[in-house]
């Protein structure tokens, strides 16, 4: 077939056109309208602002993207919690912030010069209050216990620097007055000076130690280092009532005196107890001195043991006084010279530390003058004379401070409670033994070994008071109500040191204890209520 045939049966539509078939169909624009009644919905119009603002994403936009308000409130609690958790991780790899060195030098010194004075007042208060100058000791612990509700407010007008530098100044003033002829209305008012000037010292250091502690950073760490000044403190006390007493023992050794006494009937016991074998001695029962006060003594032997003589009585008050003239320098430097803030303005007497502490107060304060009074005279002197005492004043002082740093490190992990149901028992039981136990040379060892126990006990009260009621918000003023029951427990001691037996004094002592438990028991538990309604709020 020719090309021309091709061509005309291809034009008759005989065969399909294949260069036309594969062009695509023309698409025809086709305007529909939607039935507006079919999806029931009403489709709103986008304004035509909106479409000409319209930002492209190939167009940069001239103004900043905003975000959300949820969202930035997100990144910013994120930014704080994490710069939260950077500080408190700062804060844990920080070393603790440690006291500065210039306050620590300082309160180092106050305690060093407060350990003199306890070195030159102590002993010698024992020494006095064996013999018989116990009265004058009783009123000048009266004055101080009249003197402590004045307290808080003299430390503010003064200051502690001058309330510790004029007590030092009265004490070696009174030791020195007793180291010449002074007549007795002159050693009186001596006495009556020294007294005023006890309680606002006594109130001066515990706020030195209180004012240290305030630089040591937040509460846990004042708390801590208030423990560690007060444990100072009672360390420099004990310590020094170790070294008067060492002193002490050195005067007997380089001027002795052996004194014998004569038996007398009238001035112990009765004829026939003197005449009685030791063996019945000791077991009997219904044992009573006749002669109560200073002039009794029980001891069964005509060799009372070995005293001082006068010039060894002379030099020893010497070199007490001496050594409480070298606190009064150390004291004019190392106790602070800012005065005290001024007290609270809330009633003393609604505070528990005032009413519930005052108990305990005053039996530390009984059982204290009863261990520089009747016990070195009775079961000191009255048994081998003064070489037996002194060595009960060393065990004392020795258990004493061993006791106060221990015990303290334990009440500072919470085992308050532990430690007051045993040192009653132990206390108690002190009571008891002294009670049945007849003083004689045949048990020298003995009265140490009490008085160290007793120390130990004594310390216990103290460290446990001193943690409860020093320290925290008006402190000073339910201190100054301990203070005066503290001295009024000394005064009554040292007085009934003169007209009291022994075996009197102990049955007083044992109802003191007791009441001293119950309220101190009662204080504990109120501090540990408030505490735990501090931390819940």
Known sequence: MTWNKWKKVSRMGSLPDLTERSRPAPRIAVRTVSDPHRNRTIITQIPV???????????KSKTPIRVGPAVSARRRESAASSLGAASVRRLLARPPQKLPRTLVHRFTLLCISSGLCATALHPFTAFAGAEAGSLPLAIMHSIAAITAPFAPLILQKTGNRIVITVAHILVFILLTAHTVATPL??????????????????????????????????????KIALRRALRALRAAHDLGLVFGSLLLGA??????????????????????????????????????????????CPDTQSTIGIVLNADGRR????????????????????????????????????????????????FIGLQQGFIYTSYIKWYGVCVDGWWCAWRALVGAGAFQALAA????????????????????????????????????????????LAAAAWGACSALWDVLQGGLCIGGPGWRGPWSVVLCARHTGLALACAARHSLCVRTQLPALAAALAAALASHTALEIRMRKGEANRHRS
């Open 405 to 448: 740093g221990t015990l303290s490190m334990a009440a500072a992990r919470g085992r308050r409670g532990a430690l007051v149901a045993g040192g009653g028992a132990a206390h108690a039981s002190l009571v008891l033994a002294l009670l049945r136990w007849r003083a004689a040379r045949t048990d020298l060892a003995l009265p140490a």
């Open 185 to 222: 209305s002159v050693l009186l008012f001596l006495y009556a000076l020294c007294g005023l000037s006890l309680s606002p010292m006594s109130l001066a250091l515990a706020a030195s130690a209180n004012s240290l502690a305030q630089a040591a950073g937040d509460e846990s760490r004042r």
């Open 251 to 296: 005067a007997l050794i380089i001027w002795p005196e052996n004194v014998t006494q004569q038996t007398d009937a009238p001035l112990n016991m009765t004829l026939s107890q003197w005449s009685s074998p030791v063996d019945d001695y000791f077991l009997e029962d219904n044992y009573e001195e006749t002669t109560c006060g200073a002039a009794g």
């Open 315 to 362: 030099v020893l008050v010497a070199v007490w006084a001496f050594v409480s003239l070298s606190s009064i320098g150390l004291g004019v430097y190392g106790a602070p010279s800012s005065p005290a803030p001024p007290p609270d303005a809330r009633s003393i007497f609604r505070d528990p530390r005032a009413l519930l502490g005052a108990p305990m107060g005053l």
């Open 49 to 59: 602002n909106a479409i000409y603002k319209k930002d492209w994403p190939w167009r």
